[in-house]
C-alpha cells in the first residue's frame, strides 16, 4: 500500500471489488460532493481517472404522501455506497397541500425504498449512516421497542453488506447482526486537529489542560483523549430522578464532580450528542465555578434542540469558550454563524473508509490514529 504526506492512502496496489456508486440521500448532497472530491482526486492520481462516483436518486412523493424510490443511473455491477443523515430535519415535503418536514423515520423509509430501487443489481450494497437511526433506543428497560437493533437486521434482510456509523451511542447494539459489516468510526485526531487549529495558543501538558468525562457512559471516548494527550481526567456522575419520565427520559438532579483541581486549566468534555445542550451547559457552570480558565465541549452531532439562545449566553458570560462538532448531521445556518462554534470536518475519513472498503483492505490503519493524533500533538507542541 503506498502512502504520501499526511498518511493519505493511494490503494494503488490494490485491485477494487467494483466501481464504486455513491448516492447521497436528500440531505447529504454537501457532505457527499466533499467525499466524492476526495475519492475522484485520489483514483486521478493513481492514474485511474473518475469523472463522478455520484449516482443521481429520488424519492418523489405523491399528494397524499405515498413515496417511491427512484434511482436514476445504472447501479449493475457498482459497489454501491449509500450515505443518509436520519438527523436532516431541514427537508421537507408536501402532504395534503402542506409542507412535512422529515423525521428519522422518513429518512429510514427513503433508505429503503433505495435499496428496492436497486433491485439487487449492484455488486454490493454499503449503507454510511453516521448518525445511527434509533441509536439512543439502544437497549429495553421494560416493554420498550428495540429500534436500532431491528433497523440493522432489517438492513441485514434487505442485502446490505457492511453499515458505516460514526460514534455510536452504544456500538454493543452491532451485536445484532453478527453476520454484517458494522464499523464504529471515531473521528479522533479530526477533533484534535481543529482545536489545535482553532487554538493555537493551547498548552497540552498536564498543568494547563485536562480532560473531563461528561458522565459514565462517554469515560472510553475520554479516557482515549485523555491518555493521547498525556493529561489527567476527571468525571462527573449524573444523579437522576428514576421516578419521573420527562421528554422520554429521567431528569437529572445533580452533576457530582470526580477528580483533581481543574482550577487554573483549561478543560476538554466529549460526548456523542448535544442534545437540548443542558447537561453540557451545567458541566460548564460547575467546572467554572472550580476555577477552570477555559472550557471546551466536543459533541460528534451537535443538534441543538432548544435552540442556541442558552450557548450564546452562556459564551458572553464566558462560561463556555468553543463547541466543536462534526458535518456528518445537518446543522442550521444560524449555528454555523455562531462564533463559540467550531466545525470539524470528517468528509475525508469517510472517503477513507470508502476506498478501504471498495479495495478489500484492512481498515485497522484508518480507525486506529494514534500514530497520526501523535505526530499532530509534536506539530503543536514545535517539536
Not at 438492513?155 to 459489516?181: E, F, Q, Y
Request: hydrophobic share 40%; glycine share 6%.
Amino acid at each position: 500500500m503506498s502512502t504520501i504526506k499526511n498518511t493519505e492512502v493511494l490503494y494503488s496496489e490494490y485491485n477494487e471489488v467494483a466501481p464504486i456508486g455513491l448516492i447521497p440521500m436528500r440531505g447529504t448532497e454537501e457532505l457527499g460532493a466533499r467525499i466524492n472530491s476526495y475519492l475522484t482526486r485520489w483514483a486521478d492520481r493513481n492514474g485511474k481517472p473518475v469523472h463522478d462516483y455520484l449516482i443521481e436518486a429520488d424519492c418523489p412523493r405523491f399528494a397524499s404522501g405515498d413515496a417511491k424510490g427512484l434511482i436514476k443511473n445504472t447501479v449493475r455491477g457498482k459497489d454501491l455506497f449509500i450515505l443518509i443523515d436520519v438527523g436532516a430535519y431541514n427537508c421537507k415535503y408536501k402532504l395534503f397541500d402542506r409542507e412535512n418536514y422529515m423525521s428519522p423515520d422518513d429518512h429510514y423509509a427513503d433508505l429503503m425504498r433505495i435499496i428496492q430501487a436497486a433491485s439487487g443489481k449492484p455488486h454490493r450494497i454499503n449503507v454510511i449512516m453516521p448518525l445511527l437511526y434509533g441509536g439512543r433506543q439502544h437497549r429495553r428497560s421494560y416493554r420498550e421497542s428495540l429500534d436500532c437493533a431491528f433497523m440493522l437486521q432489517q438492513l441485514h434482510s434487505m442485502g446490505v453488506a457492511n453499515v458505516i456509523t460514526v460514534d455510536a451511542h452504544d456500538p454493543r447494539v452491532c451485536n445484532a447482526i453478527p453476520l454484517m459489516g458494522f464499523d464504529n468510526v471515531i473521528p479522533s485526531y479530526q477533533v484534535l486537529k481543529a482545536m489545535f487549529g482553532a487554538f493555537p495558543d493551547l498548552v497540552i501538558d498536564k498543568e494547563h489542560f485536562m480532560v473531563i468525562s461528561p458522565d459514565e457512559g462517554a469515560l472510553n471516548r475520554n479516557m482515549f483523549y485523555a491518555s493521547m494527550l498525556e493529561v489527567e481526567m476527571g468525571m462527573f456522575y449524573k444523579r437522576r430522578d428514576y421516578s419521573t419520565i420527562v421528554n422520554g427520559r429521567n431528569p437529572i438532579v445533580a452533576h457530582e464532580y470526580l477528580g483533581t483541581s481543574v482550577e487554573g486549566k483549561t478543560v476538554f468534555v466529549a460526548d456523542d450528542i448535544i442534545s437540548s445542550g443542558e447537561s453540557m451547559l451545567d458541566i460548564a457552570t460547575e467546572l467554572k465555578k472550580r476555577k477552570a480558565k477555559r472550557f471546551f465541549a466536543y459533541a460528534t452531532y451537535g443538534i441543538f434542540t432548544n435552540g442556541l439562545d442558552a450557548f450564546d449566553k452562556a459564551y458572553e458570560e464566558g462560561m463556555i469558550d468553543a463547541v466543536f462538532s462534526s458535518n456528518l448531521t445537518y446543522r442550521t445556518p444560524e449555528l454555523l454563524k455562531r462564533p463559540w462554534y467550531k466545525e470539524v470536518d470528517v468528509s475525508k475519513y469517510i472517503a477513507y473508509f470508502i476506498a478501504s472498503i471498495n479495495h478489500d483492505t484492512s481498515i485497522s490503519n484508518v480507525m486506529d490514529p494514534k500514530e497520526k493524533i501523535k505526530a499532530l500533538l509534536r506539530e503543536h507542541r514545535g517539536l
